[in-house]
């Protein structure tokens, strides 16, 4: 849900939108339960970088570019800084990058 409403905030900025909204359609691939803040850890986070590179397939099925792995992981990253500014979670370990 808390992705979801950073996706919404972005919709203004088609092209950033874009973006925010695929990271969103393969996070839900990702976790189709959800996943609360307290599930998500650095292993957490190497599990959906690792899906992105390897399980992720194009409309041409190839996997996705680097460009697009590197835009959507760093899309989730931007929305777990986020949560950190707005005290929803407590600073992860990968966040130090």
Not at 12 to 18: F, H, M, P, Q, T
Not at 43 to 62: H, P
């Amino acid at each position: 849900i808390y992705f979801e409403q950073q996706t919404r905030k972005r919709k203004n900025s088609l092209g950033n939108w874009g973006n925010w909204d695929s990271a969103l359609k393969h996070l839900k691939k990702f976790a189709p339960r959800g996943i609360t803040f307290k599930e998500i850890d650095k292993q957490w986070l190497e599990g959906f970088k690792d899906y992105l590179q390897k399980e992720v397939k194009n409309r041409s099925k190839k996997g996705l570019s680097q460009n697009s792995q590197s835009s959507y992981f760093s899309k989730v990253l931007a929305a777990l800084k986020e949560a950190v500014k707005e005290d929803h979670i407590q600073k992860i370990e990968i966040l130090k990058q």
